[in-house]
């Protein structure tokens, strides 16, 4: 892949989340979601890449774009695949929560798992505890290496956990052991992220959330030297055929970095729709003029980026909320 292509999916999430934060505390999280969805297909458009969706809106009879097989791109290579989530996190942008975002990740062809839609149990942390964790060791055995790898006390951690009942022994089993825990209602692609960025706090992510979220966030960590370790849990015999007709031979099987992410490189960019750890949301300013803040990252080189841009919004007629 061109490096090149970085900045070209930063674009992307750009008009994504500027499309998207017009909803914001609307009460409306299917318009935001759709204005994400609309304006990130349109400037896919002028991307210089083959890429095919292959973790999208669902597939081709539940989208009107952004499918599962839909085709991207402008140009006949990089042959790339490309997850997205338009808005990763709809009733946040809703209720005007904070932790949306618009992603992206594309991979060369063929090296991004193809996650069905359904329940993955996770566990992320950061570089320096990367080869070290196990997604079936207690979380009190975790947080006792997390907190020899990261020099803090174990009082000192920070757990982030999505707010279900289904997480409550997580939960207990962190208060349990002196750790922090950050609660959150909606959006783990960003939750795991966090863990591998100093500046956010988090040391650890662990739960069961969304798989196709799930291989998003590890194409993020694989450019930052983390780790996510998975495993998918169907939960009737639909989704068990489901996994089996993937080539998963054990659907229960663990999920490493190499079996969601395959390869050396791949490419990740978000941009924040509403404030949250990892980037702060979209602001409108004065004289019809937006602020975006976005990241992008690339794994065969280890460099990521923070960007500040400013856009002239009559310049994107597309973007303003009728």
Excluded at 1 to 30: F, N, Q, Y
Excluded at 90 to 108: P, Q
Excluded at 185 to 192: K, L, M, R
């Amino acid at each position: 892949m061109d490096r090149e292509l970085a900045m070209e999916l930063v674009r992307v999430t750009e008009v994504a989340a500027l499309g998207s934060a017009r909803w914001l505390g609307r009460g409306k999280k299917t318009e935001a979601d759709d204005a994400a969805t609309s304006a990130m297909r349109e400037m896919f458009d002028s991307v210089s890449m083959n890429g095919t969706v292959v973790i999208g809106e669902g597939e081709m009879d539940e989208a009107p774009m952004l499918y599962i097989g839909e085709k991207l791109g402008c140009a006949p290579a990089p042959e790339v695949d490309v997850a997205v989530d338009p808005l990763e996190g709809t009733n946040l942008v809703a209720k005007g929560y904070g932790n949306a975002l618009a992603v992206v990740a594309v991979a060369d062809r063929g090296n991004l798992l193809h996650a069905p839609d359904m329940y993955m149990e996770k566990i992320a942390v950061g570089p320096r505890a990367a080869g070290k964790i196990h997604i079936d060791d207690p979380i009190e055995h975790t947080l006792k290496i997390l907190a020899e790898v990261n020099n803090k006390n174990i009082s000192d951690l920070t757990v982030m956990i999505l707010e279900r009942e289904r997480h409550k022994h997580f939960i207990e089993g962190a208060r349990s052991a002196g750790a922090r825990v950050r609660l959150f209602s909606d959006g783990d692609v960003g939750a795991a992220i966090n863990t591998a960025l100093d500046e956010t706090g988090i040391d650890l992510y662990v739960g069961i959330g969304g798989a196709p979220e799930g291989v998003i966030a590890a194409a993020a960590l694989k450019c930052m030297g983390g780790e996510m370790q998975a495993r998918l849990v169907p939960q009737n015999d639909e989704e068990y055929r489901r996994c089996v007709k993937m080539g998963l031979k054990d659907p229960r099987q663990i999920l490493y970095m190499d079996d969601l992410v395959k390869g050396d490189d791949a490419i990740f960019a978000a941009t924040g729709v509403t404030d949250g750890e990892l980037l702060k949301g979209v602001r409108y300013l004065s004289n019809d003029r937006a602020e975006t803040h976005s990241i992008v990252m690339r794994a065969k080189t280890g460099t990521v980026r923070f960007i500040k841009a400013v856009h002239y919004l009559p310049n994107k007629p597309h973007l303003v909320l009728k």
